[in-house]
């Protein structure tokens, strides 16, 4: 019975599997618009889209797109710039991982609002204080995402290469750089979601535009027709950048062996 209802999906083409997706999605977002319980949180899906021109006549929606992916892109390079190096020297020597993993690991386990505050005090009000709160999250779930790829690398490949008289550099640049090479791109697509879902505390800094702050704003003003729409724009941005990360990691690591869905 599995097996052939197994066959029958795999014959539907994604594209196909994709409209039921949305079919299905629309189906539970009217039945939210219309229960009591669910329906202020919920207007109906016109109305949702019918405030993508209210807020484009205010002249905010475009300015809040562009100000968030400012932010969200010059904090999501930044903490991968850092990231990497930094994983890399933890796992490679010992003196580096054991000063500097705890304090990781401690404040990966605080939520960026908590520590907001702080970065505002230190950086001021604006675009920086943003960058900063998102480089710092980006920063550590990609930083121990490659730390643990480049420690799982088979000692074997690292003692061959020694043998045959390789030094430091060219380990690096022929060795751990293809093996952790899928362990990288894990942490591309992990710090991606995390600097998208730290958006709304990274724009409590006293942002001037942003899909965070507009959020906020409508929120306050208990405007939900607009809010929707704003949490969906996140969640679509969040597909491009999936999507976009997906091309990337078929071209780099095509000779990985993957599992069939």
Not at 2 to 27: Q, T
Not at 181 to 187: E, S, V
Not at 225 to 234: F, G, T
Request: proline share 5%.
């Amino acid at each position: 019975m599995n097996k052939k209802s197994g066959s029958l999906a795999a014959r539907i083409p994604s594209r196909v599997w994709l409209l039921i997706s949305l079919v299905v999605a629309l189906i539970v977002w009217t039945i939210l618009s219309v229960m009591p319980l669910t329906a202020r949180s919920f207007p109906n899906v016109i109305v949702t889209i019918q405030q993508i021109g209210v807020m484009y006549e205010r002249g905010v929606l475009l300015t809040d797109i562009g100000s968030s992916l400012i932010s969200v892109l010059a904090g999501y390079v930044l903490g991968f710039v850092i990231a990497l190096p930094v994983a890399i020297l933890m796992a490679w020597y010992l003196p580096v991982r054991n000063i500097l993993r705890p304090w990781i690991m401690f404040i990966r386990n605080i939520p960026p609002l908590a520590y907001v505050p702080l970065i505002v005090l230190s950086a001021g009000v604006g675009r920086r204080p943003q960058i900063i709160t998102i480089t710092i999250a980006t920063l550590l779930i990609m930083c121990i995402t490659i730390y643990q790829g480049v420690m799982n690398i088979d000692d074997t490949l690292i003692r061959a290469a020694r043998v045959l008289g390789a030094k430091d550099k060219d380990i690096f640049i022929r060795v751990i750089a293809p093996a952790s090479l899928p362990f990288i791109m894990t942490a591309v697509r992990l710090g991606a979601s995390t600097a998208l879902t730290t958006l709304i505390a990274a724009e409590s800094t006293g942002a001037m535009a942003g899909l965070g702050m507009r959020i906020r704003t409508l929120n306050s003003n208990f405007d939900n027709d607009p809010m929707l729409l704003y949490i969906i724009l996140i969640g679509i941005l969040g597909l491009i950048v999936e999507k976009l990360i997906d091309f990337a990691e078929r071209k780099l690591t095509g000779w990985q062996e993957k599992r069939e869905a």
